[in-house]
């Protein structure tokens, strides 16, 4: 692990978190899933760069789908 994964999992879990945080407080399911999907991909994802493109889709879809 480098510093970018390293940067790029702090950052897409931080807002996976704030999201699922504010989607329990709202009971809003949609905000649920998709922050617990940001907070566990970075796990899963082998490459850096396919982490970032996938935390830029999930974040975009967390702002414009509402």
């Known amino acids: 692990m480098d510093g970018y994964d390293i940067l790029g999992s702090l950052l897409f879990g ?5 999201s699922f945080m504010i989607g329990r407080k709202r009971s809003n399911t949609k905000l649920m899933i ?5 907070m566990g991909y970075p796990y899963i994802v082998p490459s850096t760069l396919l982490m970032y493109i ?3 889709i999930l974040t975009a879809v967390l702002f414009l789908w509402r």
């Not at 931080?14 to 704030?18: E, M, N, P, S």
């Not at 998709?34 to 940001?38: K, R, T």
Request: neutral net charge; glycine residues 24%.
């Open 14 to 18: 931080t807002i996976g978190l704030v």
């Open 34 to 38: 998709i922050g617990a999907l940001l």
């Open 54 to 56: 996938i935390g830029v």
